[in-house]
Nanobody, 124 residues
Framework: QVRLVESGGGLVQAGGSLRLSCTSS????????MGWFRQAPGKEREFVGA?????????YYEDSVKGRFTISRDNAQNMVYLQMNSLAPEDTGVYYC????????????????WGQGTQVTVSS
């Protein structure tokens, strides 16, 4: 089974930027629509956005990140990215990439394969 690995998290001041990366243990990410989720302490995991398998098709974002976050992918490099700008303290959490299989993109239920997550902390 494919294994996902996220990287790029860290500590950043409010207003700053981070770029998260996601890759897989085998060179198969190009086959999948991919999603990004996040989970803040004590809260449910929530949808951030998704990107179609071919990158040039579509991207879809949760309302609170529209205009600030951008999902992209480089299938030749087997990478999916989450560029996060204008970060705010409420963006703090563990960020996960996941492979979408079925159902609504906003629902974590339709994502059978997840990475281990990378911590993003935004200080005020």
């Amino acid at each position: 089974q494919v294994r996902l690995v996220e990287s790029g998290g860290g500590l950043v001041q409010a207003g700053g930027s981070l770029r998260l990366s996601c890759t897989s243990s085998d060179h198969t990410l190009s086959l999948y629509t991919m999603g990004w989720f996040r989970q803040a302490p004590g809260k449910e995991r929530e949808f951030v956005g998704a990107i179609s398998w071919n990158g040039g098709g579509w991207t879809y974002y949760e309302d609170s990140v529209k205009g600030r976050f951008t999902i992209s992918r480089d299938n030749a490099q087997n990478m999916v990215y989450l560029q996060m700008n204008s970060l705010a303290p409420e963006d703090t959490g563990v960020y996960y990439c996941a492979v979408h299989q079925s159902g609504a993109y906003e629902s974590s239920v339709g994502y059978p394969i997840w990475g281990q997550g990378t911590q993003v902390t935004v200080s005020s």
